[in-house]
């Protein structure tokens, strides 16, 4: 099967790179898929991508080297079947609050006896390989995107899910739930506390680490605190930047 170049970093004792794809038009996510980010994420919760678009960006993210994954829009089992049978490589379930809603998520991403996903992943076998159903659990990771202070909570039991292979910090929701305004960078006490209870559980329970880091500032400081896996920002809002600042150098 495919090898997953997040779990290649991995096993080199590497951290990896992540790319959050908010863009629907395939060339223009081609371009971004040939850059050397080890996965990219399709956003379908919080951009206009949907189940129509999302095998076109996956078609177009193969031509790079990146591992293709998935945030889902709700731990629905249906719809992770359907982002797995369309190649994801990674499934990221959004506002993971228990152990329960854990259990029920990393179901849904493994087969029968483990879990209660249908066989039939045409465009997985096409991705990964003829050997999908023996291998699959060795390449696609399962993610518990863990944004509240009810997840923080629980989180200690989120991370001793088996089969979950890694909590994933996302400070601007987990910002908002104790009152801050929306910021992609931790703004708040109890997020920068969290960022340290999340690497914490992950050690503990021998699972990964994941975080948005939406500025060198704080990529730096999830690398020393020992993340194994930043995403680095949002396509869109990279590359509006980009593009301001060239606006900028030109006419200012």
Known sequence: MRR????????QGKPASNLWIDIGWPVTVEALGRLAY???TIDMQHSLIDRSQLVSLFQALSL???????????NDPGEIAFVLDAGAYGVICPTIETA???????????????????????RGVMYGGADYFDNYRNEILTIAL???AEGIRNLDAIASVPGLDMVYLGPNDLGVSHG??????PNHPEVERA?????????????AAGMHAASKEVALAAKAKGY???????ASKIMAAAATQVLQDAFD
């Open 4 to 11: 997953n170049p997040v779990r290649e970093r991995w096993a």
């Open 38 to 40: 080890d996965s990219y």
């Open 64 to 74: 790079g080297n990146g591992a293709p994954m998935a945030r889902v829009t709700q």
């Open 100 to 122: 329960e809603q854990t259990r029920a998520f990393v179901a849904a991403c493994e087969y029968p006896p483990r879990g209660v996903r249908s066989w039939g992943p045409p």
């Open 146 to 148: 863990i944004e509240t």
């Open 180 to 185: 801050a305004r929306p910021s992609y960078t």
């Open 195 to 207: 960022m340290d209870l999340v690497v914490a559980a992950a050690r503990k329970h021998s699972i």
């Open 228 to 234: 194994n896996l930043l995403s680095l920002g949002y």
